[in-house]
């Protein structure tokens, strides 16, 4: 699991995260595990995939597993992602540090992991202190489009202003277990 130590601990944060990684050949098949203690919008080589999350309502997290081989180019690749977190237990649902995993296995091999060598940004583009709409549910959001990175999303992105995840816990560390969810 990766986060920033600045956002951990607040009510909400919103966290963006990158890693590029190099394909030498086209993989026969490429398969992105992600999880996160609230939700995430995942994008690969700048090409939304999903959102999620399930909420699981016990100390685990679901793992969400996508074919990606379709995505998988020769030569650069990226993972974009964004997660939110927020210390409030939702209807279903326990609260939970903030945090993402993820894994690339590249032809049943993994390739790629959550580690520090991501890259990643808090956001300030999102308006703190906002109502919730009710006990069950998420915090409403108010985003100013303007205050998000530049083509954080895209398959090349300028990181130099970016810093690595201070919170880097691996798997056999934390509470519960992953379980997998595959769409």
């Not at 990766?2 to 098949?29: H, N």
Request: aromatic share 12%; charged share 15%; glycine share 6%.
């Amino acid at each position: 699991w990766i986060w920033l130590r600045e956002c951990s601990g607040l009510l909400e944060s919103y966290v963006v995260f990158r890693r590029e990684f190099t394909l030498f050949e086209t993989p026969a098949t490429a398969t992105l595990w992600i999880a996160a203690g609230t939700t995430f919008h995942v994008f690969l080589n700048g090409r939304y995939m999903t959102f999620g999350p399930a909420v699981c309502p016990t100390d685990d997290a679901y793992v969400t597993i996508l074919d990606v081989s379709f995505l998988c180019e020769t030569g650069n690749n990226s993972i974009a992602v964004l997660a939110h977190n927020t210390v409030v237990s939702r209807f279903g649902g326990r609260r939970k540090d903030g945090g993402i995993w993820a894994q690339v296995d590249i032809d049943g091999t993994p390739f790629v992991w959550t580690d520090a060598a991501w890259h990643c940004m808090a956001l300030d583009a999102y308006a703190p202190n906002m109502p919730r709409a009710s006990s069950a549910s998420a915090f409403t959001e108010e985003v100013d489009l303007r205050r998000m990175p530049a083509q954080w999303t895209e398959h090349e992105c300028d990181v130099s202003a970016w810093i690595h995840p201070d919170m880097c816990t691996s798997l056999g560390s934390t509470p519960g277990k992953l379980i997998a969810a595959h769409i």
